[in-house]
């Protein structure tokens, strides 16, 4: 079973920067399919991100040309980097990770993170 942590979450002013971290222990998570999630209050969690093995990446609209999620397989430790944040980017951010990118993508992954919570301030 692999565990997930996330780190780098916090409050920052619109048009600012954060990264998050999700760091795996348990075992090795080279050969996984990881994503990022996110669920602002009153809404439902959402697909923000997905790197496969393979390192092939997908965004949601809303995010692309501003969020790069990223892994590294020596650190067991996946990214996402967030640029030009937006109020509307506030929620608690997810990672999971899961053997098939499929259980990633349809948010039934095999492993979650706690979360952590990303406020971005107008």
């Known amino acids: 079973q692999v565990q997930l942590v996330e780190s780098g979450g916090g409050l920052v002013q619109a048009g600012g920067s954060l990264r998050l971290s999700c760091a795996a222990s348990g075992r090795t998570v080279s050969r996984y399919a990881m994503g990022w999630f996110r669920q602002a209050p009153g809404k439902e969690r959402e697909l923000v991100a997905t790197?496969?093995?393979?390192?092939?990446?997908y965004y949601v609209d809303s995010v692309k040309g501003r969020f790069t999620i990223s892994r590294d397989n020596a650190k067991n430790t996946m990214y996402l980097q967030m640029k030009s944040l937006k109020p509307e980017d506030t929620a608690v951010y997810y990672c999971?990770?899961?053997?098939?990118?499929?259980?990633?993508?349809?948010?039934?992954?095999?492993?979650w993170g706690p979360g952590t919570q990303v406020t971005v301030s107008a």
């Open positions: 790197i496969s093995s393979l390192h092939s990446t």
């Open positions: 999971a990770a899961s053997s098939s990118l499929y259980q990633v993508t349809s948010m039934s992954p095999a492993s």
